[in-house]
């Protein structure tokens, strides 16, 4: 599959301050890339820069093999959907998303068929006579999205789109996106700090930290083998504890901060001794297990308990007060658990992963 977007060695910087620190990757034509980071880490610098807004230092930008060196935004095959939608309240739907086809000077008639063509495809058949002040927020940035992709851009940008929508629609829009991208076909690189987002639409994530990525897959392999501590905490929730290397054979033996003694895995041979940080998810703490041969095994204080519908989970504390989130699955009644009491928990060595501290 080629390429629509490769960058090398990509740097920016503002004085002294390193924004973009080079940074390689490519994305395949017809993909969904996004670029998953904090506040102030980076990803929107990179955006900018694709789009044309802002000059690299260094390193070079080809989007469908051509560099883009020199060319400015609006010549670029690139379009950019922002948080603030900038949409013109003062024109209907449809004379939103034909205005960049009347500048490029197209025929009234081939301007209407493509606009009703596009409102199909984003789910707003019948809407182009509609003002802008008439719509949800849903449906703005559905718009949004019709007009750039009416100019046919070979790569879409999305800096945090979804960012202004209140949660219930936002979880909404995450699936019409994933949707809407796969039905166009068009290359979507999507910028965004909310994790879930980010599992949910991607084909591939690339976690960005202060100016570099720190690990580049598809989100399964993000989620289960993060390869830096950023990651095992930036994506999904992470139980986390401290302590050193005890032993090393098929699993890694770690003595704790607080005296458990337990069995992990991890992606380096470390010397005994060697002080670590190991990440256990909510979700792999099996309550009262019953097989316990192989499990890590341990008691905790049941503190409170997190009722969010399938979600919901225990917040527990060990004897030496280190608290732990523990999932509740949904395949279990655990309604007799209540706060105060003592739980066994138990999980598998594979399940927990440890770095140098």
Not at 28 to 39: D, Y
Not at 237 to 263: A, K, P, Q
Not at 305 to 325: C, K, M, Q, W, Y
Not at 329 to 344: A, E, K, L
């Amino acid at each position: 599959m080629a390429n629509d977007l490769s960058v090398r060695n990509l740097v920016k910087k503002f004085g002294d301050f390193v924004a973009v620190d080079d940074v390689t990757f490519d994305v395949e034509q017809g993909s969904f890339f996004s670029i998953l980071g904090p506040s102030g880490c980076g990803k929107t610098t990179l955006l900018r820069m694709v789009a044309g807004f802002d000059e690299p230092t260094s390193g070079t930008i080809a989007i469908r093999g051509n560099d883009m060196r020199g060319v400015p935004p609006n010549k670029r095959p690139v379009n950019l959907v922002f948080q603030h939608l900038a949409l013109f309240p003062m024109m209907s739907v449809a004379e939103n998303i034909g205005f960049g086809l009347k500048r490029r000077g197209m025929n009234a008639a081939e301007i209407s068929r493509r606009t009703e063509a596009i409102l199909e495809s984003v789910g707003l058949p019948g809407f182009g006579t509609k003002r802008i002040n008439q719509l949800s927020g849903g449906q703005k940035q559905r718009v949004a999205i019709a007009r750039c992709l009416v100019m046919e851009p070979s790569v879409l940008l999305l800096d945090e789109p979804l960012g202004a929508l209140d949660l219930k629609l936002r979880e909404q829009m995450k699936v019409e996106l994933k949707k809407l991208q796969a039905k166009v076909g068009t290359t979507f690189i999507y910028i965004t700090h909310d994790q879930s987002e980010a599992l949910v639409m991607s084909d591939t994530i690339a976690v960005m930290n202060k100016g570099r990525f720190e690990q580049v897959g598809p989100p399964r392999e993000l989620y289960g083998d993060p390869r830096t501590p950023f990651v095992a905490q930036f994506v999904g929730d992470n139980n986390r504890w401290s302590g050193e290397v005890v032993e090393v054979n098929n699993h890694v033996s770690i003595r704790t901060e607080e005296g458990f003694l337990f069995r992990a895995r991890s992606h380096e041979t470390y010397p005994t001794s060697t002080r670590v940080n190991l990440f256990l998810r909510p979700e792999a703490l099996r309550i009262e297990p019953e097989q316990t041969g192989e499990l890590n095994t341990f008691q905790v204080t049941v503190k409170t308990i997190l009722f969010d519908g399938a979600n919901s989970r225990l917040l527990t504390v060990t004897p030496g007060g280190h608290e732990l989130l523990v999932s509740l699955p949904q395949n279990r009644q655990f309604d007799y658990i209540q706060p105060g009491d003592t739980i066994t928990l138990g999980w598998h060595p594979d399940s927990g992963l440890c770095f140098e501290a």
